[in-house]
């Protein structure tokens, strides 16, 4: 299952997605085509099995971050931090930002993005700087509600071929995110850089 998954992120560094075949994954895998489908029912299984190791990876990541940087740096640059991870580790998959915008529509990947976001805010809610802060009856839903909130200007930063626009959508996901915990920490600051 590795070789083919490996094939599949191969394949999208090289190629649409909508060229990838399941025979073009086999072929690159080394493996017949009826090993695919003793594992994945179709093409889109394993774009979607592929987008959640990714998410994985990158969540992983940028959970280490968060337990790293939360109560030893200012909350404002923890955040910095992680989305600047989030964003890097998406980046550097080959193929994903091309994946990630095929696939969006469809429902698996929708239960894919639940999962991660749900694995991050779980997360945030957990560290102990944030439930100093926010009520505990609501801290999930408030870290829930961040995470879903910067995915659209995440999704756009990583789509978009203009570096400089890149910059400042992930700015504006910063200051984003950090005016709506601000309002939780008890910063008057939005985040936004002067």
Do not use: C
């Amino acid at each position: 299952m590795e070789r083919i998954l490996e094939a599949t992120a191969q394949l999208l560094g090289q190629m649409p997605v909508d060229k990838i075949t399941t025979a073009a994954i086999a072929e690159t895998a080394s493996v017949p085509i009826g090993s695919i489908y003793q594992y994945f029912p179709n093409k889109l299984a394993v774009l979607a099995d592929l987008a959640r190791r990714v998410m994985e990876k990158v969540d992983s990541t940028t959970a280490s971050l968060i337990a790293e940087d939360f109560g030893v740096l200012p909350w404002d640059q923890a955040i910095d931090r992680a989305v600047d991870a989030t964003i890097e580790g998406y980046a550097q998959q080959p193929g994903y930002v091309q994946l990630l915008l095929s696939i969006r529509p469809t429902p698996e990947f929708r239960e894919i993005t639940d999962e991660s976001n749900d694995r991050v805010a779980a997360m945030m809610a957990a560290h102990p700087a944030l439930q100093a802060v926010i009520p505990s009856d609501r801290v999930e839903l408030v870290t829930r509600a961040a995470i879903k909130a910067v995915n659209a200007l995440q999704d756009w930063a990583l789509s978009t071929d203009d570096p400089k626009l890149a910059a400042q959508i992930i700015d504006e996901m910063k200051t984003l995110l950090k005016g709506y915990l601000a309002v939780y920490m008890g910063e008057p600051d939005s985040g936004r850089k002067s």
